[in-house]
């Protein structure tokens, strides 16, 4: 080879906005010119980067498909003098199919369409709901008045290398596209994707493509999108890197809110060379279609008994980070929520963010969070309004900590009362301000949500919801109160994850000041302060103590929507988490308090805003988790009745 086996590639990330197909194309373009201006062959852009990733049911739309297609023509027209090779993500329809496709053009031709081989529909993802899998497909279609080959099996070649395709979901499968491409002859793997960003996924995501380029002996290039795509429910933090058997040899940079192209060379004679030697690879391309698996069947071994018991710890506070993580995770969840508001803010021009700060943990990780996003956007923080809002429950512990910490950050502060708008309110709809019923508590909880949207409307901004993941979970908010807000940055935050997170900010990003003040309200009692306080000015009603240690809870939720397991395992696993801390007795009844309360408040969760999804588990009626409001609780409940009849699990 005259290049000595190096090929020149690049891993593009460019800006998007959501179904605007023509915008989109604008930015690809100026990539791929500059691209070329820098000797780049091969250049590969994210999936769906035509339309972006996050249209969801505008997918079904003609307008889109329609517009998706006219940017394709222009993309070929513009590309005619550009010598370079383009590998752009997009929807393509084949009769009444459409696929999540990756077009391969060349000088204004149509190369070829792979089509993406497996389609996830688990979690956040709900692909099936609009593409179809292409693994089978062979054919021939015409595409832009072109006669192109459709396959996941295309293989393309130039003078210098070949290469393959496969799109994000197909590297997770147990046997990769990716596999069979390599031990067909492809030298490099290029992979468009959509990742978005949870808690370890990154690093996940680097060993399994570090492990796949070197099984594959392969150069693997990677590109997913980035800032633009809804943060609705998600954040994309645009992933670009290069691999070359199972070496990293170039990145871009997370979470940048600017375009990228991520540019290195891959030795493909290198490559070449190493599978030569490798005798493995060799025979595996001859077994390759050959190999069937052997089925042994073994009997089941039972050695459980009436009262068992585990070896392995389980971990009673599964979503917290532990040891050496604790700072790199947090920092990863930081920069997820801040990702989210901050696309949020680019995406409306908000002038102002509107927050109620209580001195409690969630709206002070909510506070935490604008702060940080206006630094990142390079704003004044006197654009966040946070407005404290006493009420009949508010003690001076709250109240004080609330102040100071807003003064500390360097926020806008206010401070409106409720007291007067819920008497006149209550005066209005003939309630007795002495009955401490819930239209007591409720009132005060929506009256300060109608302060907080008007405050908004007036000034330009939106209002940012404090709730978390555990809550949401529990039904623990006013619906149409503190349950609503116009984006929630701690929605798939659980609530001992909220407190580690705040602890850790005070521990390593704030002055002695904030930090008293921080961790004052990481050892506050968890109440709504809805209820008057006791004669000694404390709080009076505590959260924990009317639903139920979070810690409990969370636990429950991470192993009901994590795993999936059933109650009875979820209380055996408990029991063994929380030996010496609960007795059985406590567990099984917060356990049916979950249960019971997680069916029937669904309802809430079937309307609240939009939000990024931070970790494995999500609540999200747009992504996650898609259950009726009006779900029957009693076969979980049953479950966990027979449990509670039988003996105690330990002694």
């Known amino acids: 080879m005259g290049n000595y086996g190096f090929i020149k590639v690049a891993a593009a990330i460019p800006q998007v906005k959501v179904s605007d197909c023509t915008w989109n194309t604008n930015q690809i373009e100026s990539l791929v010119a500059q691209a070329d201006g820098k000797g780049v062959e091969i250049i590969c852009f994210p999936e769906l980067a035509i339309t972006g990733y996050t249209c969801a049911d505008l997918f079904l739309q003609q307008q889109l498909l329609e517009s998706c297609e006219n940017a394709l023509f222009r993309l070929l027209d513009v590309t005619r003098s550009f010598n370079i090779i383009i590998i752009v993500g997009l929807p393509v329809r084949i009769n009444s199919t459409l696929l999540n496709a990756a077009a391969v053009i060349q000088k204004g031709k149509i190369l070829g369409i792979v089509p993406k081989s497996f389609i996830p529909n688990y979690r956040e993802f709900y692909e099936k709901r609009w593409f179809a899998s292409g693994a089978t497909l062979n054919t021939t279609v015409t595409i832009c008045a072109q006669s192109v080959p459709v396959s996941p099996h295309l293989q393309f070649r130039t003078a210098n290398c070949a290469f393959g395709i496969e799109i994000c979901e197909d590297l997770w499968a147990p046997i990769p596209p990716s596999s069979t491409l390599a031990l067909q002859g492809a030298d490099i793997i290029f992979n468009l994707s959509a990742t978005d960003e949870v808690v370890s996924k990154h690093q996940y995501l680097c060993s399994l493509i570090a492990q796949q380029s070197a099984r594959c002996i392969s150069g693997y290039v990677y590109s997913s999108c980035g800032f633009g795509e809804s943060s609705q429910d998600l954040v994309f933090a645009g992933n670009g890197m290069i691999y070359e058997n199972g070496k990293l040899i170039a990145e871009g940079r997370r979470f940048n809110m600017k375009e990228q192209l991520i540019i290195s060379e891959i030795d493909v004679e290198y490559l070449r060379s190493a599978r030569q030697a490798n005798t493995t690879f060799a025979d595996n391309q001859l077994m390759a279609n050959a190999q069937q698996p052997t089925i042994i069947e073994a009997v089941a071994y039972d050695a459980w008994d009436t009262k068992p018991t585990l070896i392995r710890p389980i971990d009673p506070s599964p979503f917290v980070p532990k040891g050496d993580l604790l700072d790199q995770r947090c920092d990863e969840i930081f920069a997820i929520q801040v990702a989210g508001l901050a696309k949020r803010i680019d995406h409306i021009n908000a002038k102002t963010l509107v927050i109620g700060i209580s001195g409690g943990l969630d709206s002070t990780l909510a506070l935490l969070v604008a702060a940080k996003t206006m630094d990142k956007l390079g704003r004044s923080r006197k654009d966040i309004i946070a407005i404290t809002m006493p009420g009949f429950g508010t003690t001076d512990r709250t109240y004080n900590n609330a102040l100071s910490l807003m003064r500390s950050l360097g926020v806008t502060l206010r401070e409106i009362s409720i007291r007067e708008a819920c008497i006149q309110h209550f005066n209005d709809i003939g309630h007795d301000l002495n009955i401490h019923d819930v239209t007591y508590e409720n009132s005060q909880a929506r009256e300060r949500t109608q302060i907080l949207m008007d405050v908004a409307n007036q000034e330009g901004g939106i209002v940012v919801g404090t709730g978390d993941l555990s809550e949401l979970a529990l039904g623990w908010a006013t619906y149409n109160g503190d349950h609503m807000s116009n984006y929630g940055v701690n929605c798939s935050i659980p609530k001992t994850l909220v407190r580690h997170l705040v602890k850790w900010v005070a521990q390593t990003s704030v002055d002695e000041s904030s930090k008293a003040t921080l961790l004052d309200i990481v050892d506050t009692p968890i109440s709504p302060e809805l209820i008057p306080a006791d004669e ?36 055996f696993l408990a029991q063994q988490a929380f030996r010496g801390i609960y007795d059985d007795e406590t567990i099984m009844k917060w356990l049916h308090t979950f249960i019971r309360r997680f069916f029937s408040q669904q309802f809430k969760r079937s309307c609240v805003p939009d939000g990024p999804k931070v970790g494995s588990v999500s609540l999200s009626p747009r992504g996650d988790w898609r259950m009726p409001s009006d779900a029957i609780a009693a076969e979980w409940l049953k479950n966990l009745d027979e449990v509670s009849s039988a003996l105690p699990l330990f002694s």
């Open 536 to 571: 000694n000015g404390q709080i009076k009603q505590k959260t924990e103590d009317l639903v139920g240690p979070y810690e409990l809870h969370d636990f429950f939720l991470y192993h009901f929507m994590r795993n999936a397991f059933t109650p009875a395992k979820i209380n």
